[in-house]
């Protein structure tokens, strides 16, 4: 059960599965979260800024985990590094 929520976490939910440029549909979801985010909920920055640390803090021990119990080191299908780099400069252009 723990394996497969870390699964999911850092394939963003199985986008990372996409068998053709996985890293550029995780780079497009972020884009559309974090416009959900601001817009639509219209989330304060600060609160968004947590959920950005909390994700960034809780994706060392998920990847190093989904690394471990992977025999691909460097596999295509980890793109929460995708989230939170695209998440960076989005959040520094809305505040």
Same mark, same amino acid.
């Given at each position: 059960m /723990?394996?497969?929520?870390?699964?999911?976490?850092?394939?963003?939910? %199985?986008? %990372?599965?996409?068998?053709?440029?996985? %890293?550029?549909?995780g780079?497009?979801?972020t884009? /559309? /979260? *974090?416009?959900?985010?601001? #817009?639509?909920?219209? *989330?304060s920055?600060? *609160?968004?800024l $947590?959920?950005?640390v909390?994700?960034?803090?809780?994706s060392?021990?998920?990847?190093? #985990? #989904?690394?471990?119990d992977?025999?691909?080191?460097?596999?295509?299908?980890? $793109?929460?590094?995708e989230f /939170? %780099?695209?998440?960076?400069? $989005?959040? *520094?252009?809305?505040?």
């Amino acid at each position: 059960m /723990i394996k497969t929520i870390n699964t999911l976490f850092v394939t963003m939910f %199985g986008l %990372g599965k996409v068998p053709k440029i996985p %890293g550029t549909f995780g780079s497009l979801a972020t884009v /559309i /979260i *974090l416009y959900i985010f601001f #817009h639509t909920f219209n *989330l304060s920055s600060n *609160l968004v800024l $947590i959920f950005l640390v909390v994700v960034f803090i809780l994706s060392f021990s998920a990847v190093a #985990h #989904h690394i471990k119990d992977n025999e691909n080191k460097d596999s295509n299908e980890v $793109i929460i590094d995708e989230f /939170i %780099g695209q998440s960076i400069p $989005i959040y *520094l252009y809305e505040i």
